[in-house]
């Protein structure tokens, strides 16, 4: 971690970017986890400049893939995940629910984020829409790990053992809503096409 800060105050300007286009990256290969680097971002950056920088790679990380969803259709995102998983999610697809669900799955830590990026591009959502539920939805758990990692970075341990406590804690029950709202919500699913049929 010291050599990276190290490195981000050397590079100025240029290790900023290059921070952005990590994060970017993540995004785009939606199978690396995020919550090290927001950690990182809080170390290097501290909590305001590394949430900022972020959040930054993470709408256009975000935007990137709902282009290129929206320009491929469902065979770009099956170069990343198997036709299974992207049935998982059909139940985005309603647009009455679609907006209000994909902002509660990227608010709960621990769910999948950068993979709800690629579904949302196979739903109705206006690119604004998606956007401003990435920007709003996933502040809270932004900020929990740069404050973990911004907290690390000034030497108070107590508050970072804390902060990753939080954070491990609200991840698992946040995993555990994940899991029951998907499975009720498929199983809604496949009883409207019981009645439909």
Same mark, same amino acid.
């Given at each position: 971690?010291?050599?990276?800060?190290?490195?981000?105050?050397?590079?100025?300007?240029?290790?900023?970017?290059?921070?952005?286009?990590?994060?970017?990256?993540?995004?785009?290969?939606?199978?690396?986890?995020?919550?090290?680097?927001?950690?990182?971002?809080?170390?290097?950056?501290?909590? %305001?400049?590394?949430?900022?920088? $972020?959040?930054?790679?993470?709408?256009?990380?975000?935007?990137?893939?709902?282009?290129?969803?929206?320009?491929?259709?469902?065979?770009?995102?099956?170069v990343f995940f198997p036709s299974k998983q992207i049935?998982?999610?059909?139940?985005?697809?309603?647009?009455?629910?679609?907006?209000?669900?994909?902002?509660?799955?990227?608010?709960?830590?621990?769910?999948?984020?950068?993979?709800?990026?690629?579904?949302?591009?196979?739903?109705? %959502?206006?690119?604004?829409?998606?956007l401003a539920i990435v920007a709003i939805a996933r502040?809270?758990? %932004?900020?929990?790990?740069?404050? $973990?990692?911004?907290?690390?970075?000034?030497?108070?341990?107590?508050?970072?053992?804390?902060? %990753?406590?939080?954070?491990?804690? $609200?991840?698992?029950?946040?995993?555990?809503?994940?899991?029951?709202?998907?499975?009720?919500?498929?199983?809604?699913?496949?009883?409207?096409?019981?009645?439909?049929?």
């Amino acid at each position: 971690p010291q050599k990276f800060r190290d490195w981000v105050d050397a590079s100025g300007v240029l290790g900023r970017i290059l921070f952005i286009g990590m994060v970017v990256l993540q995004v785009l290969v939606a199978f690396i986890p995020g919550e090290p680097v927001e950690l990182a971002a809080g170390y290097a950056f501290g909590v %305001l400049e590394g949430s900022l920088l $972020t959040m930054a790679g993470f709408l256009i990380g975000s935007w990137l893939v709902f282009r290129l969803v929206r320009r491929f259709g469902v065979q770009f995102v099956e170069v990343f995940f198997p036709s299974k998983q992207i049935l998982e999610f059909a139940f985005l697809r309603n647009p009455k629910k679609t907006k209000i669900i994909a902002f509660i799955l990227m608010m709960i830590p621990g769910t999948p984020k950068d993979f709800l990026s690629y579904f949302a591009g196979l739903t109705q %959502l206006k690119e604004w829409e998606w956007l401003a539920i990435v920007a709003i939805a996933r502040l809270p758990s %932004l900020m929990t790990s740069t404050v $973990t990692g911004g907290a690390a970075g000034v030497e108070n341990y107590t508050l970072s053992a804390v902060m %990753l406590a939080v954070t491990v804690l $609200t991840s698992l029950v946040g995993i555990l809503y994940y899991r029951e709202l998907t499975r009720r919500e498929q199983a809604a699913e496949e009883e409207t096409k019981k009645d439909h049929s």
